[in-house]
């Protein structure tokens, strides 16, 4: 019977102190609560940002913020639960606003695209016009499309030549260097063009350098032969003394011949 009255006597006594500390815990709860509500803060971009006041706790702002104890913490980077005072938290993040695509161009809002073009002298040949390198006019620009050419621009001075009312699509741009330049970049280009576009595309030229021609070397014309030709009477001669010669050394032979047969009789 006394074993009996200890079990319920410890069993009351627990009923006690676990109301007690409910109790208590409702209270802390409330005033976290009551706390959190007062230094809740909203930010124009969505985000809230608490400011930690004394009593307050992770537990009772995950309450009060309808979160959980674990995304404050992973939000701030905390790697406990213990709160500064004055510390600020990132409750929700900012709102993320999602860009309103933009329709395209309806039927009544749609330009024709105009295509630009020209072409000029390139005297720092980086292929890009700049200020006081002169306009070249005259030069054909021929615009070509998918089916082939289009039109031709003719380059004019102090400004470019465009081709308006072009249909969205892939054009071409080609031209010949004018006499006395060469082109400082490709002469055929492409260029696309979509609806209320306008694009310019120049050709730079580059001035031929003066290159001297060599001067051939004159050939000497063979002098008009005037009186006797010493080259040819040398000749003559030469020959005419080997004759001699010979004819001497056979009369030579001859006598020497007819002494030794006639001492031999």
Known sequence: MRRINGWLLGGGLGLILIALAGSRLVRLEGSALAQAQATATPRPDGSIVHTVQPGDTLFGLALLYGTTVEKIKAMNGLESDLLVVG????????????????????????????????????????????????????????????????????????????????????????????????????????VWLSWNTEATVLFGFQPLSASTA????????????????????????ALGAGFLALLLVGIAIGYFVGQRSARSR
């Open 87 to 190: 510390q600020e938290l990132l409750i929700r993040p900012p709102e993320v606003l999602v860009p309103t695509p933009t329709a395209p161009p309806g039927p009544e809002d749609r330009r024709p695209g105009v295509l630009c073009t020209g072409a000029f002298e390139d005297r720092n040949r980086d292929d890009a016009k700049a200020d006081g390198e002169p306009w070249i006019a005259g030069v054909p620009i021929y615009l070509i499309d998918g089916r082939g050419w289009k039109a031709t621009l003719i380059s004019e001075a102090g400004q470019v030549v465009c081709a308006r009312d072009l249909e969205p699509g892939t054009y071409f741009l080609a031209l010949e260097s004018p006499a006395g330049y060469q082109p400082s970049g490709p002469t055929r280009r492409e």
């Open 214 to 237: 060599p001067t051939p070397t004159p050939i000497p014309a063979p002098a008009a032969s005037t009186g006797v030709d010493l080259t040819r009477l040398g000749e003559g001669l």
